[in-house]
């Protein structure tokens, strides 16, 4: 399958950026509607409507949800990519929409999707919600999980710039978990399933961005979703989709999604069964939070009429402004960064810190300095 080729020809040009809204994706809803069954199922806590497209007429039945957390977008793209492929007369969608039906939430969190925050309108992280189902949106999931009775579910996510892959240096650009089903993260062959779609998919990621896919920890809580649906005997995937290199609209993170839905759907259409499955799952490096935006080395400041030398770190906030995300970078860490890797890193060489204040990186301050004479740090970057 030539994964490049079929993603530039369906990428849905008109939505970019990470700031996606069902404002945003409304107009490729009622293009879906011509071709299929898109419907309201339900209502967010600010009487936002929850859509549900349904694609396809094949056994294999496929249920997904992204933007669970409203401020994790990069797989809702990659999912309305996955909509234009399918609306296509293309070989691959005929033979998808044979093989699967497919039912998708394109956009489970509303209201958190406007305010581009991890919870809903009441604060609730949605994903901590799967026991006491108390958020409308927590029972709209539930109930189309019970009224379609799928074969696998997809629970699509963002993670944060933090996490690397291992003890590399290399982010984690797209991670999955198969979900423990028990305290003991025992397995069986529901979970085996998962575990055998995933190892597919790793396979065809490191044909692209070798030794930057992670596995997510696998500590069990039965509050969250994913481990629910492993619970109710149905093989769940967990998708992260994280930071890869210069990346930080999640342009490239989102073709590297839709590379993995297309080779999830064909292991699981092919039935093809891995030997030694979950040892290669379980060397697939988890994630491990190590990495900082910027880091900078060997900075020289001057405190208490002597010179010092130190290391700090800064990270992005994102925020959001008049309906525009915004990556503002505020000092994080100041010392030992021996365990850590940046995103950006810069070698000081013991040149002298200086800022607008008092001359001395602080906690929390804006990443705007200078190192030596000329060199300009704005906004954490180097100005040239």
Known sequence: MDFEQIFSQFKEQNISGRYITLNHIAPILERL???FQVAIIGKSVLEKPIY???????KIRILIWSQMH?????????????FKLLESDSVLATNLLQRFTFCIIPILNPDGAVAYTRVNANGIDLNRDAQDLSQPESRVLRETYHQFQPDFCFNMHDQRTIFGVGDT??????????????EERSTNAVR????NVIVAMNRTLQQFIPGQVGRFDDSFNLNCVGDTFQHLKTPTILFEAGHFQGDYER????????????????????????????????????NNPRFFDFVYKNIKINYDSSDKFINFAAQFNEELIDNKIFFNAFV????????????????GDGQ????????????GQKADFYIGESIQILNGAVQS
């Open 169 to 182: 240096n290399l982010p984690a650009t797209v991670s999955f978990l198969a979900p423990s089903y028990n």
């Open 52 to 58: 549900r497209c349904e694609l396809g007429s094949g």
């Open 251 to 286: 342009e490239a993170t989102r073709k590297f999604v839709f590379f993995a839905l297309l080779s999830a759907f064909e292991s699981i259409y092919e039935n093809v069964i891995v030997d030694n499955v979950f040892k290669e799952y379980v060397n697939i490096p988890q």
């Open 192 to 195: 085996e399933k998962a575990v």
């Open 352 to 363: 002298l810190y200086k800022d607008s204040a008092e001359n001395i990186p602080k906690l």
């Open 33 to 35: 509607s011509a071709k």
């Open 332 to 347: 994080v860490k100041i010392g030992d960064l021996e365990e850590n890797f940046g995103h950006f890193e810069f070698e």
């Open 70 to 82: 409203g401020n994790e977008s990069t797989t809702t793209k990659a999912i309305l990519d996955l």
